[in-house]
């Protein structure tokens, strides 16, 4: 079962905040966050596992709430490098992971 | 900085044919995956491989798929006989010596079937 990724698409200007949403309807174990650019491939984020450990780049930050099967990631005072299309996945380990649709960001000057 | 790289970077083949996809992942990696993206959509499993056998795979990856790691650096994603709808980007990636470690994603490979 994929995740459930909110909002579909984002238009921000330069500065401004965002908080992309990723919901699960099965208990989770970890949830991963990926960014990919047109033509590229998806760049790791952000790792969030049951427990509260998290590992990813400092000027990410996102939330996990086991209890509601939820994540979120925040992204503040975006740039135009934050543009592309983030993906929330589910799984790992040896399964692989199962990503959700993803959503747009698009920054604008 | 360790990355995993891909090759060829397009292939374009006739519908029937077999391709095959490789990669080397980065060297002390044990986990290694293949997905695929069909243009414009979500990044979608294909199988996952680890201590020399496939660890899961989903329902995209039928009879006509298979995995092969010939030696201790090459991975390889075989399509034996490949459809007009296997056309997608082929992303390689290798995680690291613990579950649930981030995966780090190669180039791609773009398959083209005509």
């Known amino acids: 079962q994929q995740p459930v990724q909110s909002p579909q698409a984002v238009i921000l200007r330069e500065g401004e905040d965002a908080v992309i949403n990723c919901s699960s309807s099965?208990?989770?174990?970890?949830v991963h966050w990926y960014r990919q650019k047109h033509g590229e491939a998806p760049v790791f984020l952000m790792i969030?596992?049951?427990?509260?450990e998290q590992k990813g780049h400092d000027k990410i930050s996102a939330s996990f709430n086991e209890k509601k099967q939820q994540s979120s990631l925040y992204l503040t005072a975006s740039q135009l490098s934050y543009s592309g299309t983030y993906f929330c996945?589910?799984?790992?380990?040896?399964?692989?992971?199962?990503f959700g649709k993803g959503t747009h960001l698009i920054i604008q000057p | 900085e360790p990355e995993v790289t891909q090759t060829p970077s397009h292939q374009v083949t006739q519908m029937g044919q077999e391709v095959i996809l490789r990669c080397v992942p980065i060297?002390?990696?044990?986990?290694f995956y293949w997905y695929r993206q069909i243009l414009g959509q979500k990044v979608e499993f294909l199988v996952s491989?680890?201590?020399?056998?496939?660890?899961?795979k989903s329902e995209i990856f039928d009879d006509q798929f298979s995995v092969e790691r010939p030696d201790g650096s090459n991975f390889t994603l075989k399509i034996r006989s490949t459809k007009l709808e296997d056309s997608a980007m082929y992303f390689c990636?290798?995680?690291?010596?613990?579950?649930?470690?981030?995966?780090?994603f190669g180039p791609g490979t773009r398959l083209t079937v005509l």
């Open positions: 990636a290798s995680s690291g010596d613990r579950p649930y470690n981030e995966q780090f």
């Open positions: 099965k208990a989770l174990y970890s």
């Open positions: 969030l596992l049951k427990g509260g």
């Open positions: 996945g589910t799984g790992g380990g040896a399964d692989g992971l199962t």
């Open positions: 060297s002390n990696h044990l986990y």
């Open positions: 491989f680890y201590n020399n056998e496939i660890s899961e």
